[in-house]
C-alpha cells in the first residue's frame, strides 16, 4: 500500500520569506511524485512533479521541490514567498504498482502581507 | 483551447433525487477520475476508468454510478442511496504511458448541495 503524509495543516509564512511545505511518502518500488496546488473554489493545478533523475525539481511560479530518498520526503519550497501564493497544497504519489495516485490531506499555506 | 471541464458549477439535490454531474476532456487521455472533496479530508477517490466501457470502483463508490461510453465522457450520478452527498466534487484525466505515470488535470469542479 502507499501512503503520503503532509504533517502540517497550515503553514504560516511572511511574504518575501523562503516557504517550505511538508510531505513524506511510502511506496514500494520507484515513487512518481506531484505538487498541485488549489484555489477556493477551483480544481486543482499541478505544480511539480518528480520521476527520476536529478533530486531538484522546478516547477511552476517558482516552486521547486527536492526529493529525497533516504528520508522518503518531497518538501515543496519557494526561496520568496508571495500573498498571492497563500492556497491549499497537495502532495500526491503514484507508482509501486499502483495505478491510482494517493494524495495527502493537503496543507494551507497562509503568506501574510 | 484543451482541458477538463465540467458542468454545472454549482447543484441543488433534494432529498431522494438522482443527479448527474457532466466530466468532458478534450486532451485525448484514456484515464479518467472522480474524487470527492470534504473540508480537511483531501480527496478521496470514487470511481476511476483506464479506458472506454470501463471504469473501477475507488474507496467511496457506494451510492455513486459511472459511465464511459465515450474516451471524453465520465458522468458521474449521485444517486438517493448516497446519504450524505453535499460536497465539492472534481473530475480528472491522465495520459499515462507504460510505466510511467504522469500528472493529472483536474476540472474546475462541482459543488453539490442537498436541499
Known amino acids: 500500500a502507499q501512503s503520503v503524509a503532509q504533517p502540517e495543516d497550515q503553514v504560516n509564512v511572511a511574504e518575501g520569506n523562503p516557504l517550505t511545505v511538508k510531505c513524506t511518502y511510502s511506496v514500494s518500488g520507484n515513487p512518481y511524485l506531484f505538487w498541485y496546488v488549489q484555489y477556493p473554489n477551483r480544481g486543482l493545478q499541478f505544480l511539480l512533479k518528480y520521476i527520476t533523475g536529478d533530486n531538484l525539481v522546478k516547477g511552476s511560479y517558482g516552486f521547486e521541490a527536492e526529493f529525497n530518498k533516504s528520508q522518503t520526503s518531497f518538501h515543496l519550497k519557494k526561496p520568496s514567498a508571495l500573498v498571492s501564493d497563500s492556497a491549499l497544497y497537495f502532495c500526491?504519489?503514484?507508482?509501486?504498482?499502483?495505478?491510482?495516485?494517493?494524495f495527502g490531506r493537503g496543507t494551507s499555506l497562509i503568506v501574510h502581507p | 483551447d484543451g482541458g477538463i471541464t465540467q458542468s454545472p458549477k454549482y447543484l441543488f439535490r433534494k432529498e431522494g433525487q438522482n443527479v448527474t454531474l457532466s466530466c468532458e476532456q478534450n486532451?485525448?487521455?484514456?484515464?479518467m477520475y472522480w474524487y470527492r472533496q470534504d473540508p480537511g479530508q483531501g480527496l478521496r477517490l470514487i470511481y476511476y476508468s483506464q479506458i472506454v466501457n470501463d471504469f473501477q470502483k475507488g474507496d467511496i463508490a457506494e451510492g455513486y454510478s459511472v459511465s464511459r461510453e465515450k474516451k471524453e465522457s465520465f458522468p458521474l450520478t449521485v444517486t438517493s442511496a448516497q446519504k450524505n452527498p453535499t460536497a465539492f466534487y472534481l473530475c480528472?484525466?491522465?495520459?499515462?504511458?507504460?510505466?510511467?505515470?504522469?500528472?493529472?488535470?483536474f476540472g474546475p469542479g462541482t459543488r453539490l448541495t442537498v436541499l
Open positions: 500526491a504519489v503514484r507508482g509501486g504498482g499502483s495505478y491510482i495516485p494517493t
Open positions: 480528472a484525466s491522465s495520459i499515462d504511458r507504460e510505466g510511467v505515470y504522469n500528472e493529472q488535470f
Open positions: 486532451l485525448n487521455h484514456d484515464a
